[in-house]
């Protein structure tokens, strides 16, 4: 509550600096004005003035969240009818659910429940279903009504909170948990490499299940003794077993775990989707271990069972070794949809350059460089001519726009939110209009969000509609002076770091993410703590602190000026190391430093940091273009890792 209150109390700012007309008309600002008094009386439990206030704008579409924030505050003594009765009343609106978490948890800690039990709608959260099944256990000395939702509860891969104990205790005394119930949490535990946890499931097992319960524990601490001698009959659980060996493995030996493989397919009778995954997972150990026999394999395998991070590894695999002639066979065994897929064009044409087809390498250099993306932009490096950017501006109905701002409720509410800081509760208001709208009301839509200065949103509903050339909508340039003055004290590239914000938030001032990173440059608190010291600043509240975009800037530039000098100024390295931390990027860059840039980021090994790195980039440029209006930027900041013992 109190942090919701924070937001709203400090978004003066907002208020009144819409560029719409219909969204600035006195009657818009006065609610407005009205709705953060009312907040602010509510923060000092001032409930008088918060009913008189609440009273001047009962017609205010958001005016229903007022009473949301209300009883948000003042569960423990408002009566469970009322509060019943509001969730019935707006069992659409986005506060619904957190409202009745936050209930329900009451309630619980109380031992109400009876009242529980009328509240309770399914949740996802664990700690409340099991609250649930107490309730019923509290109210009725049984669950027969929910043992569908107690076994799902057990069948898990982990522990379980305490909260779940009566209700698995009854499970266990009515003997409901089955040996097929053991085994499939038995699975899942072991996928999740929790021994105890298994060896303690296992006891409800007949003593010769319990016998090969343990040598599933055994095949995880040691595959290759275990393989070598286990004689089970077939059965679903011990062909998991095997392949569960053989997957462990394959991480430590991969010749083993595929020659075992080979023996086991004659002895068991696996599944075509088993099959698939082994060879799947042994011929990506085979590459990722650049073991000579992984083209050997990948040929004698069904081409179906190739999928793209198969073809991922190959392509590293043959550019560590800057085999291009094994590029070309690779790219000629793809489908033509693949072919024609920028990546696979770009290396086709490096591949064809490397062997001495230097006009056809030009040619394909040449179709690339039309395409506004990393690739096309590494095509027009490699010939040295301008990007290619293709910027085309909306052009969107006046008429549809006012349509939408004044006649269409979510949109209006959506728009309201953001602007008094409930910008949780207006994005979901938002994607829950936007399947509703034909593709040119999605066009109008990313536009008034753009005018708003809702970036992250009208990104993305410009994406949803399809509309990709529209540079302005899809890369803005907000916190233009706090970027230009932080970029410039840490003597940065000023376009890189609207890059990396683009990258990290979309200008999500409030981001979080479920590691914990918050705001514009998604920071973890303990970094940002440790880059504070280091500019002696103190936060009175990381959290908080974070999410407002001066002090967000000015840490993470500090932190991304600290990754440069790590990496000698490398600006590839220092978004892997941003991305993905400092040490797997020295790692990287010790082993494979010495190739060519293109092909140093090709192999990061994560598919996750590699598309990081490459949109980094490519966005830097069109965040450049951006800036000063012309083609003529810079090449992509694409340097050669100053690595030693290199010859090049």
Known sequence: MRTTIFYILSISFLLGSLPTAQANNKYWLQQRWHFKDAVGALEKEDLKAFKRLSAQIEDYPIAHYLRYLYLESHLETEKAETILAFLEQYKDSPFVQPLREAWLSQLAKKRDWKTFIAAYTPQEDTILRCYYLQAHLHTQGHIKGQLDEAKDLWVVGKSQPDECDSAFKYLYDNEIITNQLRWERIRLVMQNRKLGLARFIAKGLSKTDQKLAKRWRLMYTNPARELKKFKHPDSPIAREIVLHGLKRLAYKNVVRAYNYWQDYQKRYAFTEAA?????????????????????????EVDPNFVDETIKQAMLQFALAQQDWQAVIKLISSLSVAEQNELKWQYWLARALEKTGHTDDAEQQFQDLSQNRHYYGFLAADRLGKPYSFQPESLTVSKYIKNQLVENNAAVIRARELYIVGLTAFAREEWQAVLPTLTTEELEAAAVLAHEWGWHDKAIATIFKAGHYNDLKIRFPLPFYDTVLTQAQAQQLEFAYVYAIIRQESAFQTDARSTAGALGLMQLMPRTAKQMARQRKMKLKNTGESLL??????????????????????????????????????????????????DIWVELIPFDQTRDYVQRVLSYTSVFEYQMVGHPQVKPMLLDVIQTKGCTR
Request: with cysteine.
């Open 275 to 299: 099959k698939m995954e082994m060879f799947q997972h042994i011929i990506l150990r085979g590459v990722r271990q650049k073991h000579p026999k992984a083209a050997q394999w990948l040929e």
């Open 548 to 597: 407002v975009p001066d002090i967000n800037v000015l840490l993470g530039t500090t932190y991304l000026r600290e990754m440069l000098n790590k990496f000698g100024g490398h600006y590839p390295l220092a978004a892997a190391a941003y991305n993905a931390g400092p040490k797997r990027a020295k790692r990287w860059a010790k082993k494979y430093g010495c190739l060519s840039p």
